[in-house]
């Protein structure tokens, strides 16, 4: 059974930092990724990394970094300079196959975390 639980998420002052976590049982995975849904809005990709390194949302390069522990079959989400407008549902999502920033591509979620950035 294929589970993907993600841990670090909370309320932080802007300018502050947090660090997501999660950690996939079950299999392995090419592809691990974020997405994000604010209030109102829609999921939107945030990051996802492969072998081949990482890529990001435009309005997160610079600031958020992600990283992936191939032997703990774990990615992170290092949250830098965080903004106000970071403030949503923060989700872990996996893939077995190429890069990709469409949620629909990615078979296996987590249950998402919170995270809540004050001005």
């Known amino acids: 059974q294929v589970q993907l639980v993600e841990s670090g998420g909370g309320l932080v002052q802007a300018g502050g930092s947090l660090r997501l976590s999660c950690a996939a049982s079950?299999?392995?995975?090419?592809?691990m990724g974020w997405f994000r849904q604010a209030p109102g809005k829609e999921r939107e990709f945030v990051a996802a990394i492969t072998w081949n390194g990482g890529r990001y949302v435009d309005s997160v390069k610079g600031r958020f970094t992600i990283s992936r522990e191939y032997v703990k079959n774990t990615v992170h989400l290092q949250m830098n300079n965080l903004k106000p407008e970071d403030t949503a549902v923060y989700y872990c999502a996996a893939r077995s196959g190429p890069p990709s920033m469409v949620d629909a591509d990615f078979g296996s979620w987590g249950q998402g975390t919170q995270v809540t950035v004050s001005s």
């Open positions: 079950g299999r392995t995975f090419s592809t």
